[in-house]
Protein backbone atom coordinates (compact mmCIF):
# COMPACT_ATOMS: atom_id res chain seq x y z
CA UNK A 1 0.00 0.00 0.00
CA UNK A 2 1.13 3.83 -0.94
CA UNK A 3 1.99 5.76 2.03
CA UNK A 4 -0.11 9.03 2.52
CA UNK A 5 0.35 11.87 4.97
CA UNK A 6 -3.37 13.99 5.72
CA UNK A 7 -3.03 17.25 7.64
CA UNK A 8 -6.43 17.69 8.84
CA UNK A 9 -7.92 20.04 11.18
CA UNK A 10 -10.40 22.95 11.45
CA UNK A 11 -10.70 25.99 9.17
CA UNK A 12 -7.79 28.58 9.48
CA UNK A 13 -6.25 26.44 12.14
CA UNK A 14 -3.05 26.99 9.51
CA UNK A 15 -3.09 23.28 7.42
CA UNK A 16 -1.85 25.03 4.11
CA UNK A 17 1.38 26.55 5.83
CA UNK A 18 2.26 23.06 7.90
CA UNK A 19 1.51 21.08 4.63
CA UNK A 20 4.04 23.15 2.74
CA UNK A 21 6.33 22.45 5.31
CA UNK A 22 6.02 18.91 5.20
CA UNK A 23 6.13 18.88 1.75
CA UNK A 24 9.75 20.20 1.36
CA UNK A 25 11.07 18.15 4.60
CA UNK A 26 9.86 14.87 3.62
CA UNK A 27 10.19 15.54 -0.73
CA UNK A 28 6.36 15.68 -1.16
CA UNK A 29 3.50 16.69 -3.18
CA UNK A 30 0.07 18.45 -2.16
CA UNK A 31 -3.02 16.97 -2.85
CA UNK A 32 -5.44 19.29 -1.93
CA UNK A 33 -8.85 18.21 0.30
CA UNK A 34 -11.15 21.40 -0.06
CA UNK A 35 -14.50 21.27 -1.93
CA UNK A 36 -14.21 24.76 -2.65
CA UNK A 37 -10.41 25.65 -3.34
CA UNK A 38 -11.18 23.07 -6.55
CA UNK A 39 -12.74 25.55 -8.64
CA UNK A 40 -11.28 28.42 -10.60
CA UNK A 41 -11.78 32.21 -9.58
CA UNK A 42 -13.15 30.87 -6.36
CA UNK A 43 -9.83 32.49 -4.25
CA UNK A 44 -10.23 34.98 -1.79
CA UNK A 45 -13.36 33.21 -0.33
CA UNK A 46 -11.75 30.08 -0.25
CA UNK A 47 -8.58 31.36 1.54
CA UNK A 48 -6.43 29.61 -1.22
CA UNK A 49 -2.60 30.88 -0.58
CA UNK A 50 -0.95 33.26 -2.72
CA UNK A 51 2.68 31.34 -2.29
CA UNK A 52 3.14 27.66 -2.97
CA UNK A 53 7.11 28.15 -1.64
CA UNK A 54 7.11 25.95 -4.65
CA UNK A 55 5.93 22.59 -3.97
CA UNK A 56 3.65 21.37 -6.24
CA UNK A 57 -0.19 21.02 -5.83
CA UNK A 58 -2.82 19.08 -7.26
CA UNK A 59 -6.67 19.78 -6.90
CA UNK A 60 -6.57 23.82 -6.69
CA UNK A 61 -8.40 25.69 -9.87
CA UNK A 62 -9.10 22.07 -11.46
CA UNK A 63 -12.71 23.04 -12.64
CA UNK A 64 -15.08 25.96 -13.54
CA UNK A 65 -17.43 27.78 -10.70
CA UNK A 66 -20.57 26.00 -12.56
CA UNK A 67 -19.46 22.31 -12.15
CA UNK A 68 -19.91 19.64 -10.07
CA UNK A 69 -17.70 17.79 -7.63
CA UNK A 70 -18.73 15.04 -5.70
CA UNK A 71 -16.98 12.66 -3.01
CA UNK A 72 -16.65 10.11 -5.77
CA UNK A 73 -14.70 12.23 -7.84
CA UNK A 74 -12.10 13.37 -5.17
CA UNK A 75 -11.45 9.76 -4.85
CA UNK A 76 -10.89 9.24 -7.93
CA UNK A 77 -8.60 11.84 -8.95
CA UNK A 78 -6.63 11.69 -5.63
CA UNK A 79 -6.38 8.14 -6.25
CA UNK A 80 -4.88 8.97 -9.92
CA UNK A 81 -2.71 11.66 -8.16
CA UNK A 82 -1.52 9.65 -5.35
CA UNK A 83 -0.23 6.57 -7.86
CA UNK A 84 1.85 9.44 -9.93
CA UNK A 85 3.29 11.05 -6.92
CA UNK A 86 3.82 7.85 -5.50
CA UNK A 87 5.74 6.43 -8.86
CA UNK A 88 7.48 9.72 -8.90
CA UNK A 89 9.29 8.28 -5.71
CA UNK A 90 7.87 11.21 -4.22
CA UNK A 91 5.71 11.48 -0.93
CA UNK A 92 1.31 12.27 -1.00
CA UNK A 93 0.25 14.41 1.27
CA UNK A 94 -3.47 15.52 1.57
CA UNK A 95 -4.54 18.73 3.42
CA UNK A 96 -7.81 19.95 3.54
CA UNK A 97 -10.67 20.54 5.90
CA UNK A 98 -13.49 18.76 3.84
CA UNK A 99 -14.15 15.44 6.48
CA UNK A 100 -16.38 13.18 4.03
CA UNK A 101 -13.43 13.43 1.58
CA UNK A 102 -10.90 12.35 3.78
CA UNK A 103 -13.18 9.44 5.27
CA UNK A 104 -13.88 8.26 1.75
CA UNK A 105 -10.53 7.78 0.70
CA UNK A 106 -9.01 5.64 4.39
CA UNK A 107 -12.05 4.26 4.80
CA UNK A 108 -13.72 3.35 1.67
CA UNK A 109 -16.56 5.08 2.60
CA UNK A 110 -18.36 6.80 -0.46
CA UNK A 111 -20.95 9.33 -0.38
CA UNK A 112 -20.90 9.45 -4.45
CA UNK A 113 -21.76 5.82 -4.45
CA UNK A 114 -21.79 5.37 -7.99
CA UNK A 115 -20.53 6.90 -11.14
CA UNK A 116 -22.48 9.64 -12.92
CA UNK A 117 -25.31 9.25 -14.89
CA UNK A 118 -25.83 12.22 -16.99
CA UNK A 119 -29.00 11.20 -18.19
CA UNK A 120 -31.18 9.86 -15.28
CA UNK A 121 -29.72 13.80 -13.66
CA UNK A 122 -30.94 15.60 -16.66
CA UNK A 123 -34.36 13.63 -16.27
CA UNK A 124 -34.11 14.26 -11.95
CA UNK A 125 -33.39 18.21 -12.51
CA UNK A 126 -36.27 18.28 -14.63
CA UNK A 127 -38.52 16.79 -12.61
CA UNK A 128 -37.46 19.07 -10.08
CA UNK A 129 -37.87 22.02 -11.95
CA UNK A 130 -41.74 20.98 -12.98
CA UNK A 131 -42.53 19.20 -9.21
CA UNK A 132 -40.12 21.40 -6.74
CA UNK A 133 -37.32 20.40 -4.46
CA UNK A 134 -40.06 18.96 -1.90
CA UNK A 135 -40.92 16.56 -4.55
CA UNK A 136 -37.87 14.93 -4.86
CA UNK A 137 -37.17 14.57 -1.35
CA UNK A 138 -40.28 12.61 -1.04
CA UNK A 139 -38.93 10.39 -3.91
CA UNK A 140 -35.78 9.66 -2.36
CA UNK A 141 -37.26 8.97 1.17
CA UNK A 142 -39.15 6.30 -0.43
CA UNK A 143 -36.21 4.47 -1.89
CA UNK A 144 -33.84 5.02 1.22
CA UNK A 145 -35.51 6.89 3.96
CA UNK A 146 -31.80 6.76 5.53
CA UNK A 147 -30.00 8.89 3.20
CA UNK A 148 -32.88 10.88 3.08
CA UNK A 149 -32.00 11.70 6.43
CA UNK A 150 -29.20 12.44 6.22
CA UNK A 151 -29.88 14.69 2.83
CA UNK A 152 -30.66 18.41 2.90
CA UNK A 153 -34.06 18.29 1.17
CA UNK A 154 -33.07 22.48 0.28
CA UNK A 155 -29.85 21.64 -1.33
CA UNK A 156 -30.87 20.63 -5.23
CA UNK A 157 -27.47 19.03 -6.42
CA UNK A 158 -27.01 16.76 -2.81
CA UNK A 159 -30.48 15.77 -3.08
CA UNK A 160 -30.41 15.02 -7.15
CA UNK A 161 -27.53 13.05 -6.39
CA UNK A 162 -28.60 11.03 -3.51
CA UNK A 163 -31.82 9.76 -5.48
CA UNK A 164 -29.15 9.11 -8.84
CA UNK A 165 -27.09 6.85 -6.61
CA UNK A 166 -30.70 5.07 -5.20
CA UNK A 167 -31.18 4.97 -8.76
CA UNK A 168 -28.17 3.50 -10.34
CA UNK A 169 -26.86 1.24 -6.87
CA UNK A 170 -29.35 0.76 -4.87
CA UNK A 171 -26.89 2.08 -2.17
CA UNK A 172 -23.88 4.02 -0.83
CA UNK A 173 -21.10 1.62 -2.35
CA UNK A 174 -17.48 1.13 -0.78
CA UNK A 175 -14.55 2.17 -2.05
CA UNK A 176 -11.57 -0.03 -2.16
CA UNK A 177 -8.81 1.55 0.34
CA UNK A 178 -5.65 1.51 -1.60
CA UNK A 179 -3.19 3.77 0.58
CA UNK A 180 -1.52 3.58 4.05
CA UNK A 181 -2.85 6.72 5.95
CA UNK A 182 -0.76 8.43 8.60
CA UNK A 183 -3.90 11.15 9.85
CA UNK A 184 -2.76 14.30 11.77
CA UNK A 185 -5.17 16.72 12.82
CA UNK A 186 -3.79 20.16 13.97
CA UNK A 187 -5.14 22.08 16.72
CA UNK A 188 -5.51 24.95 19.00
CA UNK A 189 -7.30 26.31 21.74
CA UNK A 190 -11.02 26.92 20.28
CA UNK A 191 -11.14 30.79 21.42
CA UNK A 192 -7.69 31.23 19.38
CA UNK A 193 -9.40 29.87 15.87
CA UNK A 194 -12.47 31.35 16.44
CA UNK A 195 -10.15 34.88 16.11
CA UNK A 196 -8.24 33.51 13.64
CA UNK A 197 -11.37 32.57 11.84
CA UNK A 198 -12.83 36.40 12.75
CA UNK A 199 -9.43 38.27 11.46
CA UNK A 200 -9.66 36.18 8.37
CA UNK A 201 -13.23 37.14 7.17
CA UNK A 202 -11.98 40.85 7.74
CA UNK A 203 -8.52 40.15 5.26
CA UNK A 204 -10.78 38.90 3.20
CA UNK A 205 -13.44 41.74 2.34
CA UNK A 206 -10.53 43.99 2.22
CA UNK A 207 -8.71 41.49 -0.41
CA UNK A 208 -11.65 42.52 -2.20
CA UNK A 209 -14.51 39.34 -1.94
CA UNK A 210 -17.45 41.12 -2.85
CA UNK A 211 -16.20 42.36 -5.88
CA UNK A 212 -15.03 38.38 -6.61
CA UNK A 213 -18.30 37.42 -6.02
CA UNK A 214 -20.28 40.21 -8.69
CA UNK A 215 -16.67 38.87 -11.42
CA UNK A 216 -18.31 35.32 -10.86
CA UNK A 217 -21.68 36.32 -11.08
CA UNK A 218 -20.61 38.83 -14.19
CA UNK A 219 -19.41 35.32 -15.92
CA UNK A 220 -22.54 33.92 -15.70
CA UNK A 221 -21.74 31.74 -12.62
CA UNK A 222 -25.82 30.96 -10.96
CA UNK A 223 -26.14 31.13 -7.22
CA UNK A 224 -27.70 27.53 -8.00
CA UNK A 225 -24.15 26.46 -8.80
CA UNK A 226 -22.12 23.94 -6.24
CA UNK A 227 -19.51 26.45 -5.33
CA UNK A 228 -21.76 29.59 -4.62
CA UNK A 229 -23.25 27.31 -1.82
CA UNK A 230 -20.16 27.76 -0.51
CA UNK A 231 -19.22 29.90 3.32
CA UNK A 232 -18.64 33.13 2.04
CA UNK A 233 -20.14 32.97 -1.17
CA UNK A 234 -23.73 32.34 -0.79
CA UNK A 235 -23.57 35.17 2.49
CA UNK A 236 -22.69 37.93 -0.02
CA UNK A 237 -24.88 36.71 -2.56
CA UNK A 238 -27.74 37.30 -0.42
CA UNK A 239 -26.22 40.83 0.36
CA UNK A 240 -25.85 41.47 -3.22
CA UNK A 241 -29.83 40.55 -3.93
CA UNK A 242 -30.98 42.56 -0.89
CA UNK A 243 -31.37 40.31 1.54
CA UNK A 244 -29.23 41.56 4.19
CA UNK A 245 -26.54 44.71 4.77
CA UNK A 246 -22.93 44.11 4.47
CA UNK A 247 -22.02 44.00 7.96
CA UNK A 248 -24.67 41.44 8.90
CA UNK A 249 -23.18 39.52 5.60
CA UNK A 250 -19.78 40.05 7.29
CA UNK A 251 -20.81 38.45 10.72
CA UNK A 252 -23.08 35.83 9.28
CA UNK A 253 -19.59 34.34 7.59
CA UNK A 254 -17.59 34.67 10.43
CA UNK A 255 -20.48 32.80 12.83
CA UNK A 256 -20.77 30.03 10.19
CA UNK A 257 -17.52 29.62 9.16
CA UNK A 258 -17.28 29.24 13.41
CA UNK A 259 -19.75 26.59 13.17
CA UNK A 260 -18.23 24.72 10.46
CA UNK A 261 -14.93 24.44 12.34
CA UNK A 262 -16.79 23.58 15.40
CA UNK A 263 -18.16 20.56 13.16
CA UNK A 264 -14.65 19.77 11.53
CA UNK A 265 -13.14 19.03 15.12
CA UNK A 266 -16.08 17.17 16.20
CA UNK A 267 -15.85 14.95 12.79
CA UNK A 268 -12.03 14.63 13.72
CA UNK A 269 -12.61 13.67 17.33
CA UNK A 270 -14.18 10.17 15.43
CA UNK A 271 -11.33 9.29 12.82
CA UNK A 272 -7.80 7.71 13.91
CA UNK A 273 -6.02 10.57 14.27
CA UNK A 274 -2.89 11.69 15.75
CA UNK A 275 -3.94 15.60 17.27
CA UNK A 276 -0.78 18.13 17.12
CA UNK A 277 -1.40 21.38 18.83
CA UNK A 278 -0.07 24.19 16.82
CA UNK A 279 -0.37 26.97 19.10
CA UNK A 280 3.17 27.03 18.96
CA UNK A 281 4.15 26.81 15.39
CA UNK A 282 7.96 25.52 15.74
CA UNK A 283 7.27 23.20 18.29
CA UNK A 284 4.79 21.84 16.59
CA UNK A 285 6.85 21.35 12.90
CA UNK A 286 9.25 19.74 15.05
CA UNK A 287 6.29 17.34 16.24
CA UNK A 288 5.11 16.58 13.21
CA UNK A 289 8.64 15.69 11.70
CA UNK A 290 9.00 13.29 14.32
CA UNK A 291 5.85 11.81 13.65
CA UNK A 292 6.32 11.15 10.22
CA UNK A 293 9.60 10.45 10.57
CA UNK A 294 8.86 7.48 12.64
CA UNK A 295 6.25 6.44 10.85
CA UNK A 296 7.96 5.77 7.50
Known sequence: ???????????AVGKSEFGICVAKKFNGEIISADSVQIYKGLDIGSAKIDDMKGVVHHGI?????????????????SKQKIDEISARGKLPIIVGGTGLYVRALTEGYNLGGAPKDEALRKNLEEEAAKFGLEHIYEKLKKLNPEMAEKTDKNNKVRLIRAVEICLSKGEKAKNEVTIEPLLLALNMDREKIYEKINRRVDVMFQQGLLEEVEALL?????????SMRAIGY??????????????????LIKQHSRNYAKRQLTFLRGMNCQTVDVSNFERAKKEVFEIIERWL
Open 1 to 11: MKKVVFILGPT
Open 61 to 77: DILEPNENFSVYDFVEY
Open 218 to 226: ARGVSRDCQ
Open 234 to 251: KEVLDYLDGKTDLETAKE
